[in-house]
């Protein structure tokens, strides 16, 4: 097998560092810097693991010497790890112990927005550790919060809204009691109306899609004794969303959206004021959406969503044939 072109630049980078000309300081930066590029743009999982090995070591050479730099290059390691595709419990827990260790010296020596990233950072790993029981979300929500104090609205937006947007996801995967499943979603809901308080159409498209369109999804699956003006309240949510969303600039996100839209036309009735007259209407609308997202998935080789999306027509087929046999 041949090397490939990072091998040999990591190789090159190794030697150059290893030459007498730089202090010990530069070294250790330019190590950093470098496995930072390797994180930035990694195009296989080799290149992630290329990042991990530069920032390891970055680490060793700092001793206790260059405590920051230490602490960054603990970062570093956690953010290649944790951004390593399908990183098993293994390796999130190991990015889980790195940002713990970094935290305190960045707490002293580091910008409250470097330490605010660091906790952000800890939050989605403690979030992606919970289904293996290794961690708990309130841990992952306390995260996000300590996060916040520093990535406000005003100064942060972009951190802010997808901050948001986390915890509410946190609170949705929240195990509770049947009847306290109301009050999950209603957090979670009430976390992404919070964000688009502060997060708008005009300066933040892109964010603003992404509360729209979970907001639009929270509201759907909320267990209420009004889910009909639940779900007109989604279908707004899904509106918003489509103002940004496009088959031209985000097919995926666009695909996205109108399949989360039609789902709510499937149980919607054409007029919320009169129930009994069924929802014909809503259904072949639901219908044409799960037709373009489903051509969407499939041409962009997104097959588990394609497939998600052939069954709800499935349902949907069925349902229509039952409305014309009565």
Not at 17 to 45: C, D, N, R, V
């Amino acid at each position: 097998m041949t090397s490939s072109i990072t091998d040999s630049a990591v190789k090159a980078a190794i030697a150059a560092i290893s030459s007498e000309s730089a202090t010990t300081e530069e070294k250790i930066q330019m190590l950093i810097e470098m496995a930072q590029g390797f994180q930035k743009k990694p195009k296989t999982s080799q290149d992630l693991r290329n990042a991990v090995g530069l920032f390891y070591r970055a680490y060793q050479m700092c001793g206790e010497d260059y405590l920051l730099l230490k602490a960054r290059a603990k970062v570093g390691m956690a953010g290649s790890l944790q951004m390593i595709p399908d990183a098993d419990s293994q390796l999130l827990q190991q990015a889980k112990t790195d940002y713990e260790e970094a935290l305190p010296i960045l707490q002293q020596f580091a910008t409250a927005a470097e330490v605010a990233e660091t906790q952000m950072n800890l939050g989605l790993v403690l979030q992606s550790l919970v289904p293996y029981n290794l961690a708990r979300i309130t841990d992952s929500i306390h995260a996000y919060h300590e996060a916040l104090r520093v990535f406000t609205w005003e100064d942060y937006p972009q951190e802010y809204a997808i901050l948001y947007n986390n915890i509410a996801i946190a609170y949705l995967s929240m195990p509770m009691a049947s009847e306290r499943e109301y009050l999950r979603q209603a957090l979670a809901v009430q976390s992404f109306e919070t964000a688009l308080q502060h997060i708008n159409l005009i300066e933040h498209p892109k964010e603003y899609a992404m509360l729209q369109n979970n907001l639009g999804n929270a509201l759907q699956y909320l267990v209420s004794s009004h889910p009909v003006d639940n779900n007109l309240r989604a279908i707004l949510a899904y509106n918003e969303a489509l103002k940004v969303r496009n088959l031209q600039n985000t097919p995926l996100e666009y695909a996205n959206t109108i399949s989360n839209k039609a789902n709510v036309l499937f149980n919607l009735p054409d007029n919320p004021e009169k129930p009994e007259l069924g929802n014909q209407k809503n259904l072949l609308q639901a219908e044409e959406y799960y037709q373009e997202a489903w051509r969407i998935f499939t041409e962009h080789k997104q097959l588990e969503r394609a497939e998600i999306v052939a069954k709800a027509l499935q349902d949907l087929a069925a349902e229509i044939e039952a409305l014309a046999l009565n």
